[in-house]
């Protein structure tokens, strides 16, 4: 039973333009979400978040938008780099307590590996 | 850098083998975390802990058990490796507060011949 789901493997993006990369759960009591970055032999790094309480989260380059009702969210990059070539991870998590001895696990999706050509 | 250091980066075991991965942590994070990697699945939580000898189960548990003997160490065992646990492992610790995230150690590639 996959909560989150990324049904694109793979995206390919000229260099310069717009790349969306999309996620869905199927979850309701997810309240916040991630992204990670994830280079070859390197650990995932965390990229850009938004709480449930959002629609929207803006860093740079890099936007996360949220759709509750429809359980979906995107993270656009513009432009697109080639040094954005990675896999990425969208993440979600349930409310827990901080302290608590349910805080802080994550559920991810299957990644999604973004191509920028130059 | 949240100062997270695992090790090895790399082993090859034989099946049957224990094999022990070790996540080291230097900034006194309470919550630290193991996921493994594979294909088709991304990340999935192993086990994880919130407090020295506080351990729980996540979502793929089984053939695993950890111990966290000391706040900076949170150790993986496969008590008998089997090749289903040929994967890439991370650590991870989580800042508490509110919306917070993850770091992730470098990982360590096993494979189980």
């Known amino acids: 039973d996959q909560q989150v789901k990324q049904n694109s493997p793979s995206l390919s993006v000229q260099e310069g333009r717009i790349s969306i990369l999309n996620c869905d759960y199927t979850n309701s009591m997810f309240d916040y979400f991630l992204w990670y970055k994830k280079y070859p032999a390197e650990g995932p790094t965390f990229l850009i978040s938004?709480?449930?309480?959002?629609d929207k989260n803006e860093d740079g380059r890099f936007t996360v938008f949220l759709n509750k009702s429809a359980k979906h969210l995107s993270l656009h990059i513009v432009p697109s780099q080639p040094g954005d070539s990675a896999v990425y991870f969208c993440a979600s998590e349930v409310p827990a307590n901080a302290g608590g001895t349910s805080y802080g696990k994550l559920t991810f999706g299957q990644g999604t590996i973004l191509t920028v050509h130059p | 850098d949240a100062g997270i250091t695992q090790s090895p980066r790399h082993k090859v075991t034989e099946t049957g083998t224990p094999v022990t991965l070790r996540c080291h942590q230097t900034?006194?994070?309470?919550?630290m975390y193991w996921y493994r990697q594979d294909p088709g699945h991304g990340l999935r939580l192993i086990h994880y802990?919130?407090?020295?000898?506080?351990?729980d189960k996540g979502e793929v548990s089984d053939g695993y058990s950890v111990s966290r003997s000391k706040t900076e160490d949170f150790l993986l065992t496969l008590e008998s490796a089997t090749s289903s646990q040929t994967s890439v492992y991370f650590c991870a610790i989580r800042t508490t507060g509110w919306d917070t995230e993850a770091f992730f150690g470098q990982g360590t590639r096993l494979t189980v011949v």
């Open positions: 802990s919130y407090g020295v000898k506080d351990t």
């Open positions: 938004i709480s449930s309480i959002k």
């Open positions: 900034e006194n994070h309470r919550y």
